[in-house]
Nanobody, 118 residues
Framework: QVQLVESGGGLVQPGGSLRLSCAVSGGTFSNYIMSWFRQSPGNARELVAS????????SYADSVKGRFTISRDNAKNTMFLYMDSLKPEDTAVYYC???????????WGQGTQVTVSS
């Protein structure tokens, strides 16, 4: 069973930065396409960013493009989300997701809270 554990969330002022991490265990990390999602109260979970299994291609939601950077370290089984120029509307629980590149199989982390407020 693949397990995902997010960390790095917290309270930050508008304009500040945070780096989220997603540590993956129990599977071959390089077989998984990785993504970050977020969900704020009353809203559906939305895709923030994705990265291919070997990290050669990334994609971003328009709302975070130019401010957030997704990356992964396959040697350390870890994915990252560097968030810069944070805005109050970035406040949400952030989740990481692993989707197998070949079979229908996906796993979610438990989420980490990010709050952007002065």
């Amino acid at each position: 069973q693949v397990q995902l554990v997010e960390s790095g969330g917290g309270l930050v002022q508008p304009g500040g930065s945070l780096r989220l991490s997603c540590a993956v265990s129990g599977g071959t990390f390089s077989n998984y396409i990785m993504s970050w999602f977020r969900q704020s109260p009353g809203n559906a979970r939305e895709l923030v960013a994705s990265i291919t299994s070997v990290g050669t291609k990334t994609s971003y939601a328009d709302s975070v493009k130019g401010r957030f950077t997704i990356s992964r370290d396959n040697a350390k089984n870890t994915m990252f989300l560097y968030m810069d120029s944070l805005k109050p509307e970035d406040t949400a629980v952030y989740y990481c997701k692993a989707r197998h590149k070949s079979v229908t199989l996906q796993f979610w982390g438990q989420g980490t809270q990010v709050t952007v407020s002065s």
